[in-house]
């Protein structure tokens, strides 16, 4: 299988405790995006990463979040001190630089599943 | 700030007939994106839309995208059980350093196919 893969697939924790969410992303693909979907909802910008530089945050990423792409292939994404409220599915994406069609076209893994008892 | 609102959120058809779901923006783009999400799954992509006047189209389903209106349309045709699904649009923030996959996603239209 080649496409974006994330586990665990689904996370049960208690407030307070911390998470680390893994994602692989397409082997060629340079480009790596976390979004987080609540239900009802659309996917929201978190994060992108363009090799191992994090390049842009959404202010929804508060400081008990962090990301990381040490070697610019997988990425984690670690919540700290977790909430009832980041209660969602945590979504990977990647891309490849490119133009044409495939410009800034996501392709997504299945989503992490988080709930904060 | 850019939004993206799309109607209608629900959505119930009979297999066989058309309909279509819009998609409106609020600011500049320069991109349009619409995506498949079947319930516990990930996000499909199905199509790109990059400059006013784009159609396209795949199977049953056609995309349209007028820039100056900024509005999209989803239409389907003839439509099967297959197509259930949620169907979200995304817009790409305009000149938005280089991501280009900082998207701004509608809340999805959530489309229920009956016999």
């Known amino acids: 299988d080649t496409g974006v893969s994330q586990n665990p697939r689904h996370k049960i924790t208690k407030r307070g405790q911390n998470v680390t969410f893994r994602c692989d992303p397409i082997?060629?693909?340079?480009?790596l995006y976390w979004y987080r979907q609540t239900l009802g909802q659309g996917p929201e910008f978190l994060t992108y990463f363009q090799n191992e530089a994090q390049l842009e945050k959404s202010r929804l990423l508060s400081d008990r979040f962090s990301a990381e792409r040490p070697k610019g292939s997988f990425s984690t994404l670690e919540i700290q001190r977790t909430e009832q409220g980041d209660s969602a599915m945590y979504l990977c994406?990647?891309?490849?630089?490119?133009?044409?069609?495939?410009?800034?076209?996501?392709?997504f893994g299945e989503g992490s599943r988080l709930t904060v008892l | 700030e850019l939004k993206v609102e799309q109607n209608p959120l629900f959505l119930s058809m009979q297999e066989g007939k058309n309909y279509t779901i819009y998609c409106n923006y609020s600011t500049t783009s320069d991109r349009l994106y619409w995506y498949r999400q079947d319930p516990g799954k990930s996000l499909e992509s199905l199509f790109v839309?990059?400059?006013?006047?784009a159609v396209k189209q795949e199977g049953r389903l056609m995309a349209s995208l007028d820039t100056k209106a900024r509005l999209s349309t989803l239409h389907i045709t003839a439509a099967v059980h297959d197509l259930s699904a949620t169907y979200f649009c995304?817009?790409?923030?305009?000149?938005?350093?280089?991501?280009?996959?900082?998207?701004?996603f509608g809340k999805g239209t959530k489309l229920s196919v009956k016999p």
């Open positions: 839309l990059l400059s006013n006047g």
């Open positions: 994406a990647s891309s490849p630089e490119g133009s044409g069609r495939l410009i800034g076209e996501l392709f």
């Open positions: 082997s060629e693909h340079n480009r």
């Open positions: 995304a817009v790409a923030r305009a000149h938005h350093g280089g991501s280009q996959g900082n998207l701004i």
